[in-house]
């Protein structure tokens, strides 16, 4: 009777040695990160149902899948797009404008790099806000439980993110930030667009959050980027253009 009292000891001591010593791979807490996202946006849901529209939708793909790449290190992050591969079909640049987006976040601050029809341009300005609610409800991307958060932005456009706490930061895809852990998941169906995390690396490899100087890139903050935007509209500012204004960020 004492040997089966022995054995069971030490069998029960085993087992909580191994609890103890082994940590769950989502237990990493990590402020050196890299994030591999694939971005997929419905083209035909964009083009909308004018019977005009019919024949574009013959020679455009239904969906357009972009790969990006996000890289945090102290608070700093840098994300930007892959090249894409040979043989991948060419959107057209009108139906894609949050395409080629490059961003780094730092602080309160962030720079935006892209084209907007042969303007090359640079936005440096304040993090735009994004007043979140943070719910219940939690799914596991690229391996990390993640908890979903809401927001809306500019009145009509809903946000719904969901953010690893395991990844220390609060940047995302974009300019999407503001949350307590990075955006693995993200999701705004007035764009019809998402972006969802394939693969996560607990490191920041070759990490070097700077923009390259370009010719003929020209810098703004929000207000004269809108500016801008007016002149090359001719003064035809409307609620169309406004909202594609914003689009531009995403």
């Known amino acids: 009777m004492k040997s089966i009292v022995n054995k069971i000891g ?39 149902n004018e019977p005009w529209m019919e024949n574009i939708k013959k020679v455009v793909p239904k969906y357009s899948k972009e790969k990006y790449i996000l890289k945090g290190k102290n608070g700093i992050s840098h994300y930007y797009p892959l090249p894409k591969e040979e043989g991948e079909a060419q959107i057209p640049v009108w139906l894609t404008n949050g395409s080629n987006n490059e961003v780094i976040m730092q602080g309160d601050s962030f720079t935006l790099r892209k084209e907007v029809y042969e303007l090359k341009v640079r936005v ?20 990390y439980n993640c908890r979903k958060a809401i927001a809306r932005f500019q009145d ?3 946000i719904y993110a969901f953010y690893a706490e395991e990844l220390v930061g609060t940047s995302g895809p974009e300019v ?8 693995l998941g993200l999701g705004i169906p007035t764009y019809n667009t998402t972006w969802f995390a394939d693969k996560v690396e607990l490191n920041a490899a070759g990490f070097s959050p700077v923009l390259k100087p370009v010719k003929k890139e020209k810098e703004y903050n929000r207000e004269s980027f809108r500016t ?10 409307d609620n169309r253009i406004e909202k594609m204004y914003w689009k531009l960020f995403f």
């Open 10 to 48: 030490i069998f029960i001591t085993c087992i909580l040695f191994y609890l103890i010593s082994v940590k769950p791979l989502t237990a990493q807490f990590s402020d050196s990160f890299t994030v591999y996202y694939t971005k997929t946006t419905n083209l035909h849901k964009n083009l909308g």
């Open 124 to 143: 440096r300005d304040s993090v735009i806000p994004f007043k979140w609610k943070i719910t219940n409800d939690k799914r596991s991307i690229a391996g």
């Open 156 to 158: 009509t456009v809903m």
């Open 176 to 183: 999407v930030q503001g949350l307590p852990g990075v955006i």
């Open 228 to 237: 801008e935007l007016k002149i090359i509209f001719k003064g035809g500012w």
